[in-house]
């Protein structure tokens, strides 16, 4: 029998979803169980969960955690995720909560005690369900100090002496840094502390302590493999990942077309297709009415952005040239949460430019796919982008993206005036470089509609399939096998 590789993670939509990371997870066990492996995935039980029209039930009670000074035990759900079990770990005092990591003040002040028990439950569960993994795989953070634990465990041979460890890092910026006190809640042996294990200039960080032992580190584009080698975009991590470069490698995300296309999109009013786009205009006259847009936008292109509004996605340099684009005759979308700061500079452009602009912010899924589709232009001027997803989605809808040539921006769109581009971009992240791509965008559209046209037909037929990412994975899991 093959051994199920197990993939952990804090997000899995649509049970949970803060971003990209979410998507993903959503997609890889199947894409993995295509590719024939046994899957299985652990994630928490949090009070917001959807149950996404799946039966979620109770499947351990009391399962208990291994905190050998302290009986804690936490209870498992399990839902049929088409085929692959999903355990969800339920302790109410770390999970049952508004939010998944933060509120309006900031970070939950006991992150790190949630997620190493997270990490601990999912080593408890994994022993208690009885077969050996050929690999576990971790996602972040949240799940980093995984293969840390297995480093030791298969140290005393056992049930985990086969087993793997891979760790995708989905964004370096978040670490999971916290004060060395909490050190010794991990239950890590102590010669884990230091600057070849969990130890960050004498904090405890829990995605070092992944890239420390991880059998394989993979990131999500490959362009973000080779830039976080470099001091610019390391977060303070690239020492470290320059000498584990030998296990590195970047695989870039597929998207889900079963929930992303045109044809076939549940939130749309009407749908539509390369071969046929007038449901597109469709879209876009709904989507006028329902943001409370000028009409005669219809004749004009609207720009969008939907993400997190944070300095990575470049939402200041957005907000910086609003008036310019304003200049251009141009409809504005922003859907997003995030810097509150951030938040109110761009409702106050919807005040501002009544008709012209409208901003959302707020999280809403379904805006989201509606806002891909009647819309014009996608705006990403991400600072660094692991991957992306938000520009794939736009591709397939038909809205070609203006980004900044980062991470996985580089590795999707064909960009302006190559043969066959798909978009545009630009090299470094500047107000004066992204004013001057929306304008060349904004140009072609107006100027030259069958060569926009075109460009929209060859987005559309872009693909980035999660077969291609499964396979990719799976002959990583093949390399790292403990077990010929
Ligand atoms: P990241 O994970 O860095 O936020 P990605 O492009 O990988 O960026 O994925 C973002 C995902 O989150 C996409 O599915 C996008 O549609 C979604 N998203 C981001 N902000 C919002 C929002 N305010 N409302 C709805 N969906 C959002
Ligand atoms: C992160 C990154 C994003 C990536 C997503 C899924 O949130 O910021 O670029 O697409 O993870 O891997």
Redesign the pocket.
Known sequence: MQRPVYLVTSEIYPFSKT???G??MGALPLALQAQGIPVAVISPFYGRLSSGNFRIRLSISDCPVGYPWQPITADVYEADYYGVPVYFIHRGEFFDRRYYYNDHKGDYFDNAERFIFFCRAALSLIRRLGVNPSVVHS??WQSALLPAYIHYLRQSGGFWAETSSAL?I??L?FQGRFSSRLFAGCGLPPEAWGMEGVEYYGDLNMLKGGIAYADAITT??PT?AEEILHEHCGCGLDGILRKRKAHLSGIL?GANYSVWSPEADPYLPATYSAANLSGKATCKQALLEELGLDARLMQRPVLSFIG?LRG?KGIDLLNAIVPDLIKLDVGIIVLGEGNPEHESTVLEFMEMYRGKVSAVVNYTEDLAHRIQAGSDIFLMP?R???????QMYALRYGTPPVATAV??LRDTIIPWPKDNFTGFTFERSSTAGFLQAVSKAVALWENDQPAWQNMVQRAMGQAFTWEEAGAAYAALYRQINRKG
């Not at 660094?384 to 938000?390: F, R």
Request: aromatic residues 8%; contains cysteine.
């Open positions: 971003g990209g990371l998507d993903v996602h972040d995708t989905h964004n910026a999500v584009s973000y995300n997190r990575q991400s660094y982008e692991p991957c992306g997803l938000t991470g996985g």
